[in-house]
C-alpha cells in the first residue's frame, strides 16, 4: 500500500484484527447456532471488547476531518457495518466481504455514520475478485 500512496503512514492497530464480535442472543435464528459450537466464551468476550473499542475509535461522530484507510478482516467489517444500519449484534454474520472489497462508511459530526458502500469490487479485474461463493456481476 505505501508503494502506491506513499503519503500514508501505516498504524498497526490490534483493533482491527479478525474476531467473534458477538455471541448469540435468543433472537440468533436457529441457522447460525452452529456458527458458535466451537467458539469460547472468552473469545467472544474479548471481540466484544474490541468491537467497542473499534467502534469508538473509528464510527464515533467527529468534527475533525479525517480519511482514515482500514485495512481488516470480514467480521470486523462485518460489524462496522452492522453498527452503522444498528442491526441486532448477531447482525454481522453473513454480511461477507470479498477478498479486497472497498467499504466506504462515511462519519459526520452531527450526523449518524452513513454506509456509501460496501463490498465494492469495480478497482479489481474480473480475474482477481475471489472471496465471495458467488460470482459477481461487474
Known amino acids: 500500500m505505501t508503494e502506491r500512496m506513499p ?3 501505516p498504524e498497526p492497530s490490534a483493533l482491527l ?6 455471541g448469540p442472543t435468543p433472537d440468533l435464528p436457529h ?3 452452529h456458527f ?5 466464551r472468552e473469545e467472544i468476550e474479548a ?3 474490541q468491537m467497542a473499542d ?7 461522530s467527529t468534527r475533525d476531518d479525517r480519511h482514515d484507510l482500514l485495512i481488516t478482516h470480514n467480521f470486523v467489517i462485518g460489524w462496522f457495518v452492522r453498527e452503522v444500519f444498528g442491526a ?5 454474520l453473513g454480511i461477507n466481504q470479498a477478498n479486497c472489497g472497498l467499504t466506504i462508511i462515511r462519519v459526520r459530526s452531527a450526523k449518524p455514520p452513513v454506509l456509501v458502500t460496501h463490498n465494492d469490487l469495480g478497482h479489481l479485474l474480473p480475474e482477481l475478485r475471489t472471496g465471495l461463493s458467488v460470482e459477481q456481476p461487474y
Do not use: K, N, Q, Y
Open 54 to 60: 473499534a467502534t469508538a475509535e473509528w464510527l464515533a
Open 7 to 9: 503519503a500514508i503512514e
Open 31 to 33: 441457522a447460525w447456532e
Open 47 to 49: 471481540g466484544e471488547a
Open 17 to 22: 484484527m479478525d474476531c467473534i464480535p458477538s
Open 88 to 92: 441486532a449484534s448477531w447482525r454481522w
Open 36 to 40: 458458535f459450537g466451537p467458539v469460547t
